[in-house]
Nanobody
């Protein structure tokens, strides 16, 4: 099983980006998926989360600006980011709990995608 994160880039403050996280391989079901970010010199922090059923949760810093969504048919999750600020700069990682069979679930991490917001 692999998680592929994409969509990062350089954007000016106030701009928008949409990140994608695609799971592939021998997958029975993708359960909860999270987006984390790690700013330079800081610990990795949770930005947004979505359950299999579509319930969402956001960090205070993301509330009102970021939207997490998922496409279960394509094992994909998206993070739409608007009104970006320089403090949103960092490497964004997707993290997923994936069932590889009816009985076994594992946690996987994507490779990260860089988001840079210039002032």
């Amino acid at each position: 099983v692999q998680l592929q994160a994409s969509g990062g880039g350089l954007v000016q403050a106030g701009g928008s980006l949409t990140l994608s996280c695609a799971a592939s391989g021998d997958i029975f079901r993708v359960n909860s998926v999270n987006w984390y970010r790690q700013a330079p010199g800081k610990q990795r922090e949770l930005v947004a989360a979505v359950t299999r059923a579509g319930s969402t949760n956001y960090a205070d810093a993301a509330t009102g600006r970021f939207t997490i969504s998922r496409d279960n048919a394509n094992n994909s999750v998206y993070l739409q980011m608007e009104s970006l600020k320089p403090e949103d700069t960092g490497v964004y990682y997707c993290n997923a709990h994936i069932m590889v069979s009816k009985y076994y679930e594992y946690e996987y991490w994507g490779q990260g995608t860089q988001v840079t917001v210039s002032s």
